[in-house]
């Protein structure tokens, strides 16, 4: 997936241009931010590029509510913390 910096994020957050903002939730218990566009679907990244990482979700929030003027954001949490190992040994 292609990343893209925080300037850009914002820019494209603050014109409208975007479908939609996801914060997503991974097996290992972190959240990463998504911007959808119709030019394609862009994760957030660090300044030195790595993917930009939430402990909660509420961090992104908070974050977007203090940097934009976005008014609705999807949290999925369809992969957060779904491991089948820890599955398995949760039904045991």
């Not at 479908?19 to 939730?25: N, T």
């Not at 994760?43 to 908070?62: Q, S, V």
Request: with cysteine.
């Amino acid at each position: 997936m292609p990343r893209i910096k925080t300037k850009e994020l914002l820019d494209r957050i603050a014109a409208g241009n975007f479908i939609s903002v996801k914060v997503k939730g991974v097996q290992n218990g972190i959240f990463h931010m998504v911007l959808e566009c119709t030019d394609g679907v862009f994760i957030h990244e660090n300044l030195d590029g790595r993917m930009k990482e939430y402990k909660k979700a509420d961090d992104a929030l908070h974050w977007l509510k203090r940097k934009t003027e976005a008014k609705e954001v999807i949290i999925d949490i369809e992969l957060w913390k779904n491991d089948d190992s820890l599955m398995m040994l949760k039904k045991r």
